[in-house]
T-cell receptor, first 114, second 112 residues
Framework: GAGVSQSPRYKVTKRGQDVALRCDPI?????LYWYRQALGQGPEFLTY????????KSGLPNDRFSAERPEGSISTLTIQRTEQRDSAMYRC????????????FGPGTRLTVT | DAKTTQPPSMDCAEGRAANLPCNHS???????VYWYRQIHSQGPQYIIH???NNETNEMASLIITEDRKSSTLILPHATLRDTAVYYC?????????????FGPGTSLSVIP
């Protein structure tokens, strides 16, 4: 079956622009997670949802970052007024139910801010 | 911060068992140990998890010490395709129930 998909796969943007990264979880999965990964490091937790409710956003670096999952399925991570330090791989994962940590990861979106 | 410590890198000869250690000395009674791996630039892949009993699946075995302060992931017959970064994770508890914190992991190189 279809896995987690993310779009776009690559995004190059100029400093100061807003970007929206999309995640399509596996159908029926309750939990959805966003991570950011720098080269050579493990994924860094950003935020997660159970259904449409954002449960924890403590990992979002600052108020330029926001995420939503309005219908409990597709999620969007938005970065406003991008900065060069925002350049990274952004990964989304979904899980069948809360508390289950068999997370299924998408291919990621490589964001480059010039 | 990650609640686990792992060696930054390890080598293993192809066909031999790869034993990857993980220390989680502050683990609490209801926290599970999870292992993921990440091959090159792909997304992390779930391997196995356990609470206090040893676990085995088609990918690996997980040995957890009796005091639960450490564990070992065993790949019984390592192949070149097992070259990856392996992450040992302790699931958050309380208000961080669903939060997953990845550390830097162990970079395993399987050598021909």
């Amino acid at each position: 079956g279809a896995g987690v998909s993310q779009s776009p796969r690559y995004k190059v943007t100029k400093r100061g622009q807003d970007v929206a990264l999309r995640c399509d979880p596996i159908s029926g999965h309750v939990s959805l997670y966003w991570y950011r990964q720098a080269l050579g490091q493990g994924p860094e937790f950003l935020t997660y949802f159970n259904y449409e409710a954002q449960q924890d956003k403590s990992g979002l670096p600052n108020d330029r970052f926001s995420a939503e999952r309005p219908e409990g399925s597709i999620s969007t991570l938005t970065i406003q007024r991008t900065e060069q330090r925002d350049s990274a791989m952004y990964r989304c994962a979904s899980s069948p139910d809360r508390g289950m940590h068999e997370q299924y990861f998408g291919p990621g979106t490589r964001l480059t801010v010039t | 911060d990650a609640k686990t410590t792992q060696p930054p890198s390890m080598d293993c000869a192809e066909g031999r068992a790869a034993n990857l250690p993980c220390n989680h000395s502050t683990i609490s009674g209801n926290e599970y140990v999870y292992w993921y791996r990440q091959i090159h630039s792909q997304g992390p892949q779930y391997i196995i998890h356990g609470l206090k009993n040893n676990e085995t699946n088609e990918m690996a075995s997980l040995i957890i010490t009796e005091d639960r302060k450490s564990s070992t992931l065993i790949l019984p017959h390592a192949t070149l395709r097992d070259t990856a970064v392996y992450y040992c994770i302790v699931r958050g508890s309380g208000t961080s129930y669903d939060k997953v914190i990845f550390g830097p992991g162990t970079s395993l190189s399987v050598i021909p």
